[in-house]
């Protein structure tokens, strides 16, 4: 394969995206999806020549013209990860140049990015029945993920309560004692310290790396720290990133969530995922949607208590 940073391209090469190969980039798309994710790509775009280290995004150039592109991003965190892995975001190559090995370049110089940065896996989703894209990543060695997606709408399900509202007499569903705040960036250390508390490591980059995505307004992002007595609680972090995997632009992701041990049982990751639902409806987006391991009994029977259930999304894994 040809240098990906060499000073000239060659004739078929694979290069990093510019700011100037942003409208090529929304042509070939909107191609595929049948519609514009302009923010989406300018968003990611953007944030691969501001943080290189925590995005990917490259080009395939035939003669002088993109023809092609693939869009990733690094997770040292999520859900207590400990091991860096790359998420490929969205992949396409134009119409008029497939059949010439445009999208197997692509890939196997994001796998080259990937484990530079250390990644020791690729993992993506895709929409059952996307024959398409299952053929082409199982072909590049994607195997079935060992993660589940899980979503629910943002609105009131039929008969749902929110904390603070009595379903019954005798039952107090009180948030009076828990305030629900933004999070700032002097909440940092009080949340990493929550966090090592539960998962016995020192995951400082990973949330800074979230701080630094919110001061970068990379699509929109969600941040809430729960205190109680003045006592910072637990968090809950979430973002609006505008066509990832091909979803509709109105849906979220929340990725991080954890509750001080000391306040356990006080229906604290309650009053936060009911006050995400909450604004999340205010922003008008219909659904939000996160990943799980299929083991993690305790956060699976969390979210299926508020009524989270599974997608029609498969997780696929590439090991590195």
């Known amino acids: ?26 042509e070939i798309d909107q191609t595929i999806a049948g519609r514009s994710r302009r923010g989406f790509f300018e968003n990611r775009v953007a944030a691969s020549l501001a943080d290189p280290a925590g ?23 999520e859900f207590g990860g400990r091991h860096p892995i790359a998420v490929l975001d969205a992949v396409g190559v134009d119409k008029a140049a497939r059949g010439h090995g445009g999208a197997h370049a692509l890939l196997a110089e994001l796998q080259r990015a990937a484990r530079g940065r250390g990644a020791h896996a690729i993992r993506t989703q895709i929409g059952w029945p996307d024959e398409g894209m299952a053929h082409f990543l199982a072909l590049a060695g994607f195997r079935l993920g060992t993660r589940l997606v899980l979503d629910r709408a943002t609105a009131r399900l039929p008969g749902e309560l929110r904390p603070g509202e009595a379903e019954s007499e005798g039952q107090d569903l009180s948030e009076d004692r828990i305030a629900v705040r933004a999070m700032t960036l002097a909440d940092l250390p009080a949340i990493i310290g929550i966090d090592k508390q539960i998962t016995g490591a020192d995951r400082s980059a990973y949330f800074k790396r979230k701080a630094e995505d919110v001061l970068r307004s990379n699509g929109v992002r969600m941040s809430m720290l729960a205190e ?18 091909g979803h509709p632009d109105s849906e979220a992701v929340f990725d991080t969530i954890g509750v001080d041990t000391e306040f356990a049982g006080q229906h604290v990751g309650s009053v936060l995922i009911a006050q995400l639902l909450d604004q999340l409806a205010n922003l008008r987006v219909d659904r939000v949607r996160t990943i799980v391991e299929w083991n993690d009994a305790e956060l699976i029977a969390f979210l299926d208590n508020l009524g989270f259930r599974p997608t029609q999304n498969m997780t696929l894994a590439l090991a590195l």
């Open 1 to 26: 394969m040809s240098n990906a940073h060499s000073a000239e391209a060659p004739a078929n090469s694979v290069r990093r995206l510019s700011k100037p190969d942003l409208d090529r980039v929304v």
């Open 55 to 77: 995005f990917i995004s490259l080009g395939y150039v035939e003669g002088d013209r993109l023809q092609g592109y693939v869009l990733a991003h690094m997770l040292d965190g």
């Open 228 to 245: 109680i007595d003045g006592t910072p609680a637990g968090y809950v972090m979430a973002r609006v990133d505008y066509g990832e995997f």
